[in-house]
């Protein structure tokens, strides 16, 4: 089988580099202290009050996944909005093109070497995630379903980084850049869907939660949905309720995490698309002619 070269070439750097063990130690760190210091304090409820509340055991899971997921947002646009800029940075980004490595080629094996290392991220936290199957509560759909809302986020989060790459010349202008969109895809949408809400007719029940379709490029809300059987359990539905709707209103919201993560897989594969765009030296040549 065919390796991409640009891929096999970062992964080389990346695992002789210092960087990759870093990231994965302080990332699993924050993890790692953060469900410690969770299940300290509820060790020390236990001991107060004599009473064992599994519930709380079952906060520890979703509260470490809620940190994960926030590192994958904050983590892959700084790993993908410098992949293409630093080329042209380092005036390397022409010597690659001079080969036979296509821009394609170059756009896939750069976004393939920072989801290996976010997969990395994403295995390597299992173990403390895994703390509560100890107590259970949690099944294997469960684990299955959080990892596609997690595969969703970091492939759509490192498309928009590889895209604003290959658009801005400048690294730290493209790092802000797939911030400010990321942050429009969470916050945007939801103030959005929210105002739009609020010109719909009062007594129409469905039309209270507005333009929903809105939130389907949410990454938030995808997760939510995924861990909406774990927030029903502990009573804290009601945010995915009030975004989502109740299962019974419509199918979107019955097959909410399918959909939406088809339509943000959907979203990467337009911001590859223009990303290549971007590289490819030839069309640029067309476009002056």
């Not at 333009?211 to 009573?235: C, D, E, G, Y």
Request: charge should be positive.
């Amino acid at each position: 089988m065919k390796i991409n070269p640009v891929y096999r070439q970062e992964s080389k750097i990346s695992a002789r580099s210092f960087r990759l063990p870093l990231i994965v130690l302080v990332c699993n760190s924050i993890l790692a202290l953060v469900a410690l210091l969770d299940m300290y304090s509820m060790i020390t409820q236990v001991k107060t009050t004599a009473e064992i509340q599994y519930s709380s055991f079952l906060n520890l899971y979703i509260f470490a996944a809620a940190i994960e997921f926030v590192m994958l947002l904050l983590i892959v646009p700084a790993l993908t909005a410098g992949s293409i800029s630093g080329e042209r940075e380092r005036q390397t980004l022409n010597l690659l093109l001079t080969t036979r490595i296509t821009p394609a080629d170059i756009v896939l094996g750069k976004l393939m070497s920072s989801l290996s290392t976010v997969f990395l991220l994403v295995v390597s936290s299992f173990p403390i995630l895994a703390l509560v199957f100890v107590y259970g509560g949690v099944t294997g759909r469960d684990i299955i379903l959080l990892l596609v809302s997690f595969a969703s986020t970091a492939l759509l989060a490192g498309s928009v980084g590889i895209c604003c790459s290959s658009v801005f010349k400048r690294t730290t202008i493209a790092t802000a850049a797939s911030y400010c969109i990321m942050a429009a895809l969470v916050f945007g949408t939801v103030a959005l869907q929210r105002f739009a809400a609020s010109f719909q007719v009062p007594g129409n029940r469905s039309a209270k939660q507005g333009p929903v379709w809105l939130l389907l490029v949410n990454p938030a809300v995808t997760f939510l949905s995924a861990m909406k059987s774990q927030l029903s359990n502990v009573r804290r539905s009601s945010a995915v309720e009030m975004w989502i709707g109740n299962g019974s209103l419509s199918v979107t919201a019955r097959w909410w995490l399918g959909i939406s993560a088809g339509v943000q897989v959907l979203m990467a594969a337009l911001c590859l698309w223009l990303a290549v765009r971007q590289v490819n030296p030839r069309r640029k040549r067309l476009w002056k002619g």
